[in-house]
Structures are given as structure tokens and as C-alpha cells.
């Protein structure tokens, strides 16, 4: 998983405008902005973005308030952090616009499973090939940009100038084999 960090609402609500997450884990008392408005916001308008509350407000009204603001999820501290993993994997499998198994052309990715395969033969992959594949072939046909791929598959923090996309774009298009399938749009992107 790729993940991103803030520590106020206001900050959390720029985050999401600029990067649309599949999963938020949202606490509910953070400050400038609160949490109970941020989760409107995420929500609203019937947004694609799953939110976990997690709070210390843990009676039934408080989560069922929590649910009613649009949470998808609602987890009271102290919990375990295996348990907060468990719940954010559960929230990104039910992204109805995600099947479990994507085709193109001849290659078949599995999300569930984490696997490749190309025809009959079985790709290894590293974890940032994998989520690079993934993005392009949920791109359906449309050109991705490298800044959109950092946003989607590495965390914040990568250096925007970085040549990692393109070194990661070599190393899958020689995993992948001939013919090609990740094309170059010069000055665009990649395709798949």
C-alpha cells in the first residue's frame, strides 16, 4: 500500500483533492478542520473514496453518527493494528469499479492474488511493477502520466524528479516481453 500522512483537516481535505485514495483512515478529532466534516466532504456526492473512522469515541451513538456521516467503517481505540490493516484490504476489494481480474490484450492480472501472467507464463513482479501494471490497466486505454503514477503507487514523498517511474516502466516492459504493451506518449505519459 501506498500511503500519505496529515495531521489536520484542512490538510486532509487538499490531500484528497489532489490524489483520489482508494481507502482514508480518518480520525474523527483532528484539528483545524474536524474529522466528522472532512468525512462529509470525502463522501459527499457519492465519492469513490472509502473512509474508516477511527476514534476513541467508541459509544453505539458515536458510531452509528460516524457511519451516518458517511464512514464506511467505524474503529475504536485502543485496536490492533493487524486489525486496521485487515478492515483498510476488506474497503479496497469493494471498489465496485475494480474486478478482482483484469484482461488486456493477452495479459491477465490478478488484483486478489497479486499475480501476472502473460498468455501461459507467470510474471514475477516487485510490489511497485505490480501496482505500476495495475494503474495503467485500470487506466483502461488512457494515457497516465509519471506524476500520476508516484501519486498512485509510490507514497507522497517521492522526489517528483525522479527518473523511478521510467526505470520501473524498463524494467516491466522487459518482464512483459515482445510484443511491447506499455507504450510512451512523448510528453504525456505511458499507455498500456
Known sequence: MATDVVYDGARA????????????????????VHGDRVCRELTRDGGETRVIMLTAASEIYDRVAGLELGADDYLCKPFAFEELIARVRALARREPSRPAVVVRHDLTIDRARLRVSRGSSLIVLTHKEFGVLEYLASAD?????????????WDRNADPFTNTVAVTIARLRKKLGEPPLITTVVGAGYQL
Open 13 to 32: 481535505l487538499e490531500q484528497a483533492d489532489a490524489v483520489p485514495y482508494d481507502v482514508v483512515v480518518l480520525d474523527r478529532d483532528i484539528p483545524v
Open 141 to 153: 486505454g488512457a494515457v497516465v502520466s509519471a506524476e500520476e503514477l508516484l501519486d498512485h503507487v
